[in-house]
């Protein structure tokens, strides 16, 4: 089934990140153009190397510095990519960092680092594009959430915590925004093979085969496809406040 994505503006964020970056390329083959939010221009420039390795037409991906904490840079960037698109389309959240540490152990900095990374970045970008999904009545959000908010973990109590927000941000903005014909949904990946999951492949791949149906970790373009699916309107005009565990029957 064709996706009928071609010519959609999407924003993404995260998009320098090993699962963001398939979402991107799998965008632009849709024939999108993608506009990334970064602070890092370094990582931005591997991202359209990886991209015009992988053969994906580069002049369709933009950049927009934006620190996604604040508020005056987030609205001016989405306020630059209207003013020179006319229009957006779709916003996949996709940022968001995770690490390892005891919450006992944990101080109140990287606490509030955690939360904001991986919860309030994610409210504040999607307040940002409401406006101009509300004036073109239309829009479609993904945002990539976690098994670990409904399945938790030890060692990422703070990081389950904000994925689990997201998770109630995602079901209470889709009754919020509705009727303003603007969809919400999320995946929820399960163990990604990504650079992030390394420490945790390591520690207990001999565990994943019994844990998981299929037997294995997951890929990038496995979320992806999810990611996609729930942002086409020819697959998911008719789907609002729902998720895909995208995590190999780990929940099941």
């Given at each position: 089934?064709?996706?009928?994505?071609?010519g959609k503006?999407?924003?993404?964020?995260?998009?320098?990140g090993?699962?963001?970056?398939?979402?991107?390329r799998?965008?632009?083959?849709?024939?999108?153009?993608?506009?990334?939010?970064?602070?890092?221009?370094?990582?931005?420039?591997?991202?359209?190397s990886?991209?015009?390795?992988?053969?994906?037409?580069?002049?369709?991906?933009?950049?927009?510095?934006?620190n996604?904490?604040?508020k005056?840079?987030?609205?001016?960037?989405?306020k630059?990519i209207?003013?020179?698109?006319?229009?957006?389309?779709?916003?996949?959240?996709?940022?968001?960092?995770?690490?390892?540490?005891?919450?006992?152990?944990?101080?109140?900095?990287?606490?509030?680092?955690?939360?904001?990374?991986?919860?309030?970045?994610?409210?504040?970008?999607?307040?940002?594009?409401?406006?101009?999904?509300?004036?073109?009545?239309?829009?479609?959000i993904?945002n990539?959430?976690?098994?670990?908010?409904?399945?938790?973990?030890?060692?990422?109590?703070?990081?389950?915590?904000?994925?689990?927000?997201?998770?109630?941000?995602t079901?209470?903005?889709?009754?919020?925004?509705?009727?303003?014909?603007?969809r919400?949904?999320a995946?929820?990946?399960?163990?990604?093979?990504?650079?992030?999951?390394?420490?945790?492949?390591?520690?207990?791949?001999?565990?994943?085969?019994?844990?998981?149906i299929?037997?294995?970790?997951?890929?990038?373009?496995?979320?992806?496809?999810?990611?996609?699916?729930?942002?086409?309107?020819e697959?998911?005009?008719?789907?609002?406040?729902?998720?895909?565990?995208?995590?190999?029957?780990?929940?099941?």
């Amino acid at each position: 089934m064709e996706l009928k994505l071609e010519g959609k503006i999407v924003l993404l964020t995260g998009g320098t990140g090993e699962i963001g970056r398939q979402i991107c390329r799998d965008f632009l083959t849709e024939g999108c153009r993608v506009v990334c939010l970064i602070r890092n221009p370094e990582k931005f420039e591997k991202l359209k190397s990886w991209l015009h390795e992988k053969g994906e037409d580069t002049s369709m991906v933009h950049a927009v510095a934006c620190n996604l904490s604040v508020k005056t840079e987030l609205d001016a960037a989405v306020k630059e990519i209207t003013g020179q698109f006319k229009r957006l389309d779709i916003l996949v959240n996709c940022a968001g960092s995770v690490e390892e540490i005891p919450f006992a152990m944990m101080d109140e900095e990287r606490i509030d680092t955690i939360i904001e990374n991986n919860l309030k970045n994610t409210l504040m970008v999607t307040q940002a594009v409401l406006r101009p999904m509300f004036l073109q009545k239309a829009g479609a959000i993904v945002n990539v959430s976690s098994i670990t908010g409904i399945k938790g973990g030890r060692g990422v109590t703070t990081y389950a915590a904000a994925k689990a927000g997201i998770d109630s941000f995602t079901r209470t903005l889709a009754s919020e925004v509705g009727k303003k014909n603007i969809r919400v949904n999320a995946v929820r990946p399960g163990p990604i093979e990504t650079a992030m999951s390394k420490p945790l492949k390591d520690r207990i791949e001999n565990f994943i085969p019994n844990a998981m149906i299929l037997g294995r970790f997951g890929k990038p373009e496995e979320v992806s496809k999810a990611v996609l699916f729930l942002a086409a309107e020819e697959t998911a005009s008719y789907i609002t406040g729902s998720f895909i565990n995208v995590d190999g029957g780990y929940m099941v």
